[in-house]
């Protein structure tokens, strides 16, 4: 922060000194010499791609896109740099995954950090040689964790970043631990969600409500954090609307109000909403290449299991795949499934080539070429081995299971054309037929009770599906889906069905694709949004509203969860809304189907 308070850079800064334009437009900077900045922990800045805050005549200005992930990694990259020399870094279960999906090993070793470990993990050999960094949730487990690493310490020093606001209890106890003086530093980062994309971020948690109005244990607790860490991150104080026909929503808005210091932005907004608004977006099949593996081969977090493919070798049983550390899958998460196979097959002939060029070795010359190239070349190889494995294994599964053939006729009767007696009888014959997955006979029987609202129908299914040996735990969603379906709806299903061959925030190539028609309501919502046109009486303000103005930033979070097909429209939102605003989304969870269960159990009358 500069010292006159008007201007926000990062670390980095310091490094390239040619990107000093963070500075330029102050005047009272003008002839300041460096060394009178003061570098805090902010949220980077143009140099390395990361938000930045810019001092233009005493006014505050953002000037770069935000990036969950990118501002995560600089969290990450600024408590690495402030420890010099060797480093072992201590996470527990929640930072763990914060870690693993912000950022890869090889970055986390250019760091110095040669182990990373959990804090729970003891007794812990003495480490007198490396510096002890500690990255934690502000949570009792964690801190009473630490004061028992305190208590015998294996290093000689421990620099402890939480991951929120830290309670003055926990960090008396912290200091009561300490009986070493070993602590050298404890400081607060904002990195208290999953960022899963630049513009996605979860706190992966499933069955936070009790009941339709009732939050479970700590879950309530967990969502406040986990949005306030990514307000606070992004230096946002919005303005926080919700849905008014949830109680839940209404709950979880007060609470982040009520959390947040300082006057609300009115070009900001944050929008709580319940997943019941909108369940047939988790019931429909989602045909891009994020979605289809999360359904088929998600185990969370961006990772990916292949180990049921045939023939796969043991280095393709895990795969990751990661918008930021993956270029193709960048390109080609949002793609549908028929093009997607088109370009990995473009891929896989890039690959052949570039190694029918590396295999020439005729000459000094070319195996000079071959070890000057052998990194790229190694990347490209790695590349296409994992999503040539993990398309051709999507494709095997959808094809075996009927997904693209029986499952698809069906949901497209069911969804866009509403004849109840043709989709009855349809129904009824695939429930019957083996080589659909139970999961996808289940899923059928609610989307063709969210549609029809038929209780005795539903019964019949029930029976149907037992007496097919479908397993009890996956009936009891189609239990539960009545009394979940019947609450909280500001848009009752009819409008939510007619929405979904609406073309909000789709590109012209979706639109025109029959297993890619259906539009989530967010799409909708998004779209009135940026016309100043979102019904206050069903989406009230939490606080007192500020006078309305141009939205630069919304965030959306779902109560219940969210789905990668409301990603991508928020992603489409992005490129293509009318008044340059920036959208970010956010859930409880990152639905899949099987995830989606769990949420309508969990929340019984």
């Known amino acids: ?100 999906t912000a950022t890869t090993q090889s970055e986390i070793y250019k760091q110095q950090v040669f182990l990373l470990d959990r804090i729970e993990s003891s007794p812990r050999a003495p480490m007198t040689d490396a510096k002890c960094v500690c990255f934690l949730r502000p949570v009792k487990a964690s801190v009473d964790a630490l004061c028992t690493e305190l208590q015998k310490p294996a290093f000689p020093a421990y620099h402890v970043f939480f991951s929120n606001k830290l309670h003055p209890e926990d960090l008396q106890s912290i200091a009561q631990a300490d009986t070493s003086h070993l602590v050298r530093d404890v400081q607060e980062v ?57 109680a839940a929503c209404q709950t979880l808005a007060g609470r982040v109000a009520e959390g947040l210091d300082g ?68 390109s080609n998460m949002y793609m549908p499934f028929a093009d997607l196979i088109r370009s990995v097959d473009t891929l896989s002939k890039q690959y052949k080539a570039t190694k029918e060029r590396q295999s020439q070795l005729d000459t000094l010359e070319d195996m000079k070429r071959f070890f000057g190239n052998y990194e790229a070349y190694k990347a490209v190889s790695g590349s296409a081995a994992k999503h040539v494995t993990a398309v051709v294994e999507l494709k095997r599964l959808a094809q075996k299971h009927g997904i693209v053939d029986q499952v ?62 479908v397993p009890k735990r996956m009936l009891g969603a189609l239990y539960a889906l009545p009394s979940y379906a019947s609450r909280s709806r500001p848009e009752r299903d009819p409008s939510v069905f007619k929405l979904a061959g609406t073309p909000a925030f789709k590109s012209p190539e979706e639109s025109k694709n029959m297993l890619t028609e259906h539009s989530p309501l967010l799409g909708s919502l998004l779209e009135r949004l940026q016309n100043n046109a979102l019904d206050t009486e069903s989406y009230p303000y939490a606080q007192q509203a500020a006078q309305p103005a141009k939205l630069a ?15 991508k429209t ?21 639905l899949n189907f099987a995830r989606f269960c769990e949420e309508v159990e969990a929340c019984k009358q």
């Open 190 to 246: 904002f990195a208290d969600c999953l960022p899963l994309d630049p513009h996605v971020f979860s706190m992966e948690k499933t069955g936070c409500l009790r009941t339709p109005t009732e939050w479970h244990g700590d879950a309530l607790a967990r969502a406040v954090a986990c949005v306030t860490a990514t307000l606070r991150a992004t230096r946002t104080r919005p303005l926080i609307r919700f849905q008014g026909s949830s």
């Open 408 to 469: 698809a006729e069906l949901e497209n009767l069911i969804v866009f054309q509403g004849d109840a007696g043709a989709s009855w009888k349809a129904l009824q014959a695939l429930v019957q037929d083996r080589a659909i997955r139970d999961i996808d006979r289940v899923r059928m029987c609610m989307l063709f009770f969210m549609r029809f609202e038929s209780k005795q129908r539903a019964e019949r299914l029930a029976d149907m599906l037992a007496e097919c040996k």
């Open 553 to 567: 930033t919304i965030f959306v979070f779902f109560v219940g969860g969210a789905t990668y097909e409301e990603a």
């Open 570 to 590: 928020v992603a489409y939102f992005n490129q293509h809304n009318k008044i340059g605003a920036t959208a970010l989304l956010g859930g409880t969870s990152l």
């Open 263 to 330: 006057k609300p932005d009115p070009s900001a907004l944050l929008l709580v909403l319940d997943r019941r608004c909108d369940a047939i977006t988790p019931l429909c099949s989602q045909w891009t290449y994020q979605a289809m593996a999360h359904e088929l081969l998600g185990v969370g977090a961006n990772k990916y299991d292949l180990s049921k493919s045939p023939g796969i070798s043991r280095d393709l049983e895990t795969l990751v795949l990661s918008s930021v550390q993956d270029e193709f899958f960048a």
């Open 1 to 100: 922060v500069c010292v006159c308070g008007c201007v926000r850079v990062c670390t980095c800064w310091g490094l390239q000194p040619e990107h000093n334009v963070c500075l330029s437009r102050c005047r009272i900077h003008q002839g300041l010499d460096t060394s009178a900045i003061l570098f805090l922990v902010v949220v980077g800045c143009l140099c390395c791609y990361r938000a930045v805050i810019d001092g233009r005549d005493g006014d505050v200005l953002q000037i770069a896109i935000m990036d969950l992930v990118g501002v995560t990694q600089g969290y990450l990259n600024a408590m690495f740099s402030s420890v010099p020399g060797i480093k072992v870094l201590l996470v527990d279960e929640a930072t763990n995954v914060i870690v693993s």
